[in-house]
């Protein structure tokens, strides 16, 4: 059974990491879709979208828009374009993960097609995966468009703030009222969590505390560095405590050694 896994929260809060370090420890290499308007994830892999010649879906489609643009595919009818174009420049294939990253090139008024194309596209790639993690801005704004009906579980982020725990319960509310069927929402302390904050994230109705990823300066160097999250060593704490709620969560986990 495939899998989707949607890692959400606000901005800076560790989304990103999380999510590269799901591709390190799942069983199974993922795919990885960068919904996030700041676009880290590739850099946090170590990889050079521009340099690959990887495109954003975005940019495929904001392309789409001038008609001198992919004469080469003659009459073929849009929808089937965006399809080919889509699969043909904008999935980045690795040995340990692939990566679709959305963008944020979207004009005004094409909101719409976008989310035709993603809500068939999506569905029709990751059932090549056994799991999908889906980097979303806080917000669920892609499960709320409908691109992803489906999900089975939420990992929400949250930073140590009433603020977040606030975000967390507009979240049940958000996926409740739009109807997307979803297995389980659990909220993960961030790098910044305290004792207080893993008591209110415990005592909070509607969703499962899974714990905290701690603070690990190798993070923050590696992410300075432009080197892979993936390289990190076994015994990084970050690391860790990911294995560590993805096995609370069910995951079964890459065997290293
Ligand atoms: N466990 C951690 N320990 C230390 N720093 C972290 C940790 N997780 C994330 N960071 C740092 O926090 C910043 C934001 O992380 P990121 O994953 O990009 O957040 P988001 O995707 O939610 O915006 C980055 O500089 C990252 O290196
Ligand atoms: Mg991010």
Redesign the pocket.
């Known amino acids: 059974m495939e899998k989707l896994l949607v890692v959400t929260?606000?901005?800076?809060?560790?989304?990103?990491?999380?999510?590269?370090l799901c591709a390190r420890r799942l069983a199974s290499s993922p795919l990885l879709i960068d919904a996030?308007p700041?676009q880290?994830?590739a850099s946090?892999l170590g990889i050079d979208l521009a340099a690959e010649g990887v495109n954003s879906i975005s940019d495929v489609l904001y392309k789409l828009q001038d008609p001198k643009a992919y004469k080469e595919l003659g009459s073929m009818p849009l929808a089937q374009k965006m399809e080919y174009l889509i699969s043909l420049s904008c999935l980045y294939e690795g040995p340990q993960f692939d990566l679709l990253t959305l963008g944020v090139k979207w004009t005004r008024g094409c909101y719409c097609q976008p989310n035709n194309v993603l809500q068939s596209l999506i569905p029709s790639l990751a059932q090549n995966y056994r799991y999908t993690v889906l980097?979303s801005p806080a917000g669920l704004e892609h499960v709320n468009r409908r691109v992803v009906r489906r999900v089975n579980d939420i990992f929400a982020?949250i930073d140590p703030s009433t603020k977040a725990l606030r975000n967390a319960r507009r979240l049940v509310e958000i996926a409740q009222a739009i109807g997307v069927q979803f297995g389980n929402l659990y909220l993960v302390g961030?790098?910044r969590f305290t004792a207080e904050a893993e008591q209110r994230a415990r005592a909070f109705d509607g969703a499962t505390y899974l714990g905290s990823?701690?603070?690990?300066?190798q993070?923050?160097s590696?992410?300075w560095d432009g080197r892979s999250l993936l390289d990190l060593p076994e015994d990084s704490?970050?690391l860790q405590?990911v294995g560590a709620i993805l096995a609370k969560a069910g995951y079964e986990q890459k065997v290293e050694g």
Not at 9 to 20: D, E, I, L, N
């Open positions: 929260g606000r901005g800076g809060v560790g989304k990103s990491t999380f999510a590269a996030d700041d880290s994830l946090l980097d982020l961030n790098y990823v701690r603070g690990d300066e993070v923050q590696f992410d704490p970050a405590d």
